[in-house]
């Protein structure tokens, strides 16, 4: 089952700003356990999806039995803190964009688009170079059509 977020049943919960963000928050379940979506949604524009052909997944596993499979209060901390991190570097280059980010069931996932794998773990590298090591995993795809963010689309489409 898939849901958004919001204040009451089926109503999407956006987030405003004078720029009318069009950013999401969403809801499934997974496994019995329930998984955060966050996103914005829309594909961008054909120049961006031919710019960024690498689907990028920042992956964090973590124990969260014990509440519900969402992270323990410490490593969110540390979650927020990498992410805002790969935010800002984010707004300072364009050799990646996220696509969506994803928290529950023991794993957290940030997942972007970037032109080349060597590009996003140089930034990253240099981005992180003063933080402490995250028990993270990076993999990349090759996805041009952005098929994998098009997917997470029509999962929520009308819900």
Do not use: C
């Not at 690498?54 to 969402?70: A, H, I, P, Q």
């Not at 969110?76 to 707004?91: D, G, H």
């Amino acid at each position: 089952m898939l849901s958004f977020l919001g204040f009451g049943k089926g109503k999407a919960q956006e987030k405003k700003s004078t720029e009318k963000q069009k950013g999401i928050i969403g809801r499934y379940y997974e496994n019995d356990s329930p998984v955060i979506m966050k996103f914005v949604n829309e594909l961008p524009n054909e120049n961006t999806i031919k710019k960024l052909p690498f689907l990028t997944v920042v992956s964090w596993k973590y124990e969260g039995t014990k509440n519900n499979g969402m992270p323990p209060k410490e490593i969110n901390e540390r979650m927020i803190i990498l992410e805002e991190a790969l935010e800002t570097s984010m707004n300072e280059t364009d050799i990646f964009t996220h696509a969506y980010s994803r928290t529950g069931n023991n794993l957290k996932e940030l997942v972007y688009y970037t032109t080349k794998q060597d590009d996003f773990m140089t930034m990253l590298n240099r981005t992180l170079e003063k933080h402490d090591v995250y028990p993270i995993e990076i993999n990349f795809y090759e996805d041009k059509e952005w098929t994998d963010f098009q997917k997470v689309l029509n999962d929520f489409k009308n819900k």
